[in-house]
Each structure stands twice: as C-alpha cells, then as structure tokens.
C-alpha cells in the first residue's frame, strides 16, 4: 500500500476551530443550553418533605422522584418511562430531524461550554488558528493553562451535580469539602470529571460523528417531509463571488457568494452545500451566518434554513404522515397506560415461601399444620399495620402474632406464620391455599398470593372402607 493511500484510509484528525455566529437560531440554542444545563445542575437541590426531590438511595434500594417512590420490583415503570422518551425522540426526528442533538444532547450542551471558555482566553477562529501556527510561546502556554482551569472547573461542579442524584448533595457537598465523603463518590467525581474533559474537550464532534449510534440510523426516520438544514441549490448554484461594486440582483450567478462561512461556523466542519450529511447535528449555525451574509449582499434570507426535500422540490409539506401517527398514538397509549398503572400502583410487596425443612406435622389437637416464611415490603412512605388472611379447604386457619405485621415506612419485614387444616378437610395430600394481605387502616393496599398446603393420605370414609372390604372378600 502507498504513503497516499494510507493517507487516505488514515486521514489525521484536524482540529475544528468553529468562528462566532451571532442570529436568531444561536440564541434559541444558547437559551436551549441554559435551560438544559439548569435542569441538570439544579434538580438535586430541590427538596421534596425532608428529603431530596430527586434521588436514587442504592443503600435502600429506592428512587425518589418528588412524591412518589420505586423500589426494584417497580422496573417495568422505568422501562415504559425509557421506551416512550425513545418513541418520543423518533417522533422529534421524524418531525424536525436531528434537533435533539443541535439543542438538548448533553455531549452538545458541554462542548458549547467548552468552546465558550476556549474563547474567552483564545480568542475567535482567526486569533486560534495564529496561536496553533505560532507554536508554543509563554503567551498561549498561559491561555492553554487558564482555559484548562476553568474547563476543569465546568466539568467537577457538574460532576458534583451528577453524583448528588445518587448521594444527597447537601450531604455531599460538605462532606467533600471536609474529606468524609464515601470512597466511591470520590471515584466517582474522577471519572465523570474525565469524561467530560475528554469528551467535551479533546473529542468534541468526533463523539457526534463516530461514537453516537443516532448519527447513524437517523436517516430510518427520515422521510421527504421531515425538517432539515438544508442548501437551496436551485436558487444558490452556479456560485460564485461578489465583487465589491456587484448587487446581488444583477449577477448572472446564484445568490452563493462562495464565502464559506457557513463551513467556518459548524461545530463539525462540514459544507452543508453538498447534501444531507449524517455528521450534521442540525444546530443552525449555518443559517445564522447565511443570513448574515445574504442582508450584507442585499438578497433575501434562507438560501440555507430549515426545510424538507418536498419544499426544496416545490411540493407540499405534509405535517400529518402515517409514521407520526404511529408515534404520537403509541406515545399517548403508553403515558396513559403508564399513569393509570402509577396512579393505581399498590405500595405492597410479599411473597409466601413454604418451609421446606418438614413437608407438615399434627399438632396436639389432630389438626395438620405447614409453615410459611411470609416476607412483607411496605413500599409506602408511611408505616402500616397488616392483616392476613387466608382461605383454602375448610376450617383453615393461620396462627400468627399481630405485632409481627406492623410494617414501617421502607421497612421489609420476614416472619413465620403457621396454617393449619383438620385432616377431614384434606380431599388430597396437595391443596391449593390463598393468602390475602391488606392494610388495617387502608383496605385499598392488598395483595394476594397463592400456594399450596401439604397433608398426610386423606383417611377413606366408611363407606369406602366398606366397599374395600367386600372386594378383598369377593
């Protein structure tokens, strides 16, 4: 293989120094940042009660999310959440393309963060560029050591927030401070600090264009009618530039004036003149320096805007598709399904285990007896005192002490309890049985469980001890 073709296959990563763009599309994403970013960093101060609204206690084994709280045995609720933000994200990008990504997407909102330090120390496209070609001096050795501060900075404060959804960060924060704070939140400060720092500092657009599974299978959601950043070849090709003493109106070229910007300001160093590309993140900088450009040269803005390949061609937009039904219908179905089963959700957790060291025994008075292992959960947030209740062959009965089923809020409680059946009732040595546990004060919180009760032979009446008697004599 030749030094030119594996410059080809091995094509050195260049950095990509985006230039300032100021426009309507910038400030919708800067406000889109804040909120963002605002929501993340801020969330684990909210108090709900006397707890943190937000918090996953792994000690206990719980989620706290404002007034409700889920435990384990709640996953199928985190699975349907996980499902519909998925839906959700198909129906935005089947809708307005890949906006998630220019808007919302962590790795965006952090890297903007970035480059906005970068900036305040570096300078624009142009005074970076000088700096890079200049080499090392003590100038940039001191913007280099500034800017690697702060970035440091940016990335800790928000790994603290991070960490403060799994350990209380009032708690936390304090504790940090003074030393005491658990070995893995220190472990885990590092790792997301480092993460951030790379992904957000070193890697940037190289996370968007070859680590991001979404870059790569966007285009399945993609149809004629979805909103993208698009070029107007029609109206801006043949390109070419404009001379100084040249109107826009009188060239016998497109409106492109060939001045690059729209490549000199996109966060991944594309040309949106050559097509759909999956590397672009739809964040709009393109159009806001296009725009720029085109009430320099007197012409009329959007040779590059948000559109779809049917108004590119002169079509009609359709809003209404099957797909978007599809979407919207199966989100509204599982939020709605999601909430009744939330709303109806009963904070009661118990499982019956039969004692497996002795299949029964009789007890003083005849009756036949089995033992249970009953485990109880209380997954509500106040105590509750319980009572079972269990149903099966006839004059059945279970033997336990009230005191036992007085539960507290979180608690889980494991105890013995003791069933037991005259053996005229056993039809036969296997009977099925029903334990029904409900709250004292709040009929509402039951559960029902089942299991089976074990005998000895059920003893043959008279009238079959008869008839095997005249068989044995015939």
Same mark, same amino acid.
């Given at each position: ?13 260049? $950095? ?30 909210? $108090? ?10 792994? +000690? ?66 142009? %005074? ?47 504790? #940090?401070?003074?030393?005491?704070? +658990? ?29 991001? &599974? ?19 070849? $029609? ?31 996109? &966060? ?5 003149? @050559? ?16 725009? %720029? ?6 012409? +009329? ?28 219908? #199966?989100?509204?179905? #599982? ?21 497996? @060291? ?19 959960? @209380? ?21 336990? $002490? ?9 608690? @889980? ?8 059946? &005259? ?34 032979? &059920? ?16």
């Amino acid at each position: 293989m030749t030094d030119a073709a594996e410059r080809g296959f091995f094509s050195r990563h260049a $950095k990509i120094y985006p230039r300032i763009v100021d426009g309507r599309f910038a400030r919708l994403r800067a406000g889109a940042l804040v909120a963002t970013l605002g929501v993340l960093l801020f969330t684990p101060w909210l $108090k709900w009660g006397d707890r943190q609204a937000v918090w996953q206690d792994f +000690p206990h084994r719980k989620f706290h999310l404002f007034g409700l709280v889920f435990w384990p045995q709640d996953l199928i609720y985190l699975t349907a959440l996980l499902v519909i933000a998925a839906l959700f994200l198909f129906l935005v990008t089947a809708l307005a393309g890949r906006v998630w990504c220019g808007y919302a997407c962590p790795q965006t909102v952090f890297t903007q963060i970035f480059v906005w330090i970068e900036r305040a120390f570096e300078g624009d496209r142009a %005074e970076q560029l000088r700096l890079s070609r200049h080499g090392w001096t003590a100038g940039r050795l001191f913007r280099l050591v500034g800017k690697g501060f702060f970035w440091a900075l940016a990335a800790l404060g928000t790994a603290v927030s991070a960490v403060g959804y799994f350990v209380p960060i009032r708690e936390l924060v304090p504790a #940090l401070f003074a030393g005491t704070a +658990p070995l893995l939140a220190y472990i885990a400060l590092i790792v997301v600090t480092a993460a951030i720092l790379l992904f957000a500092g070193r890697m940037r657009e190289q996370v968007c264009i070859y680590m991001c &599974p979404y870059a790569r299978f966007q285009s399945a959601m993609f149809d004629r009618d979805t909103l993208i950043i698009s070029y107007d070849t $029609k109206r801006g090709e043949p390109r070419g530039a404009l001379s100084r003493d040249e109107a826009a109106a009188s060239r016998a070229l497109g409106s492109c004036i060939d001045c690059s910007l729209c490549v000199q300001v996109c &966060p991944t160093g594309i040309d949106i003149r @050559n097509g759909l590309q999956y590397q672009c993140i739809a964040c709009a900088s393109c159009i806001d320096a296009c725009d %720029e450009v085109m009430d320099r040269v007197g012409a +009329p803005r959007g040779l590059v805007r948000y559109t779809t390949f049917d108004a590119l061609e002169g079509h009609p937009t359709r809003l209404g598709r099957p797909r978007i039904f599809a979407y919207g219908g #199966l989100i509204l179905a #599982l939020v709605a399904a999601l909430s009744y089963a939330i709303a109806h959700r009963v904070p009661l957790e118990f499982d019956v285990l039969r004692d497996r @060291n002795a299949t029964y025994r009789e007890v003083g008075d005849g009756r036949i007896e089995n033992v249970y292992r009953l485990k109880v959960l @209380n997954m509500d947030q106040v105590a509750h005192q319980y009572a079972l209740d269990v149903s099966g062959p006839d004059e059945i009965a279970v033997v336990y $002490k009230p005191e036992e089923l007085l539960v507290g809020a979180g608690e @889980n409680r494991d105890l013995a309890i003791r069933v037991r059946v &005259p053996p005229e009732s056993l039809v036969t040595r296997s009977s099925g049985i029903d334990f029904r546990l409900a709250s004292v004060d709040q009929p509402e919180i039951a559960v029902r469980k089942e299991s089976r009760f074990l005998g000895p032979a &059920p003893r043959p009446g008279p009238e079959e001890g008869a008839d095997e008697e005249k068989e044995e004599v015939q």
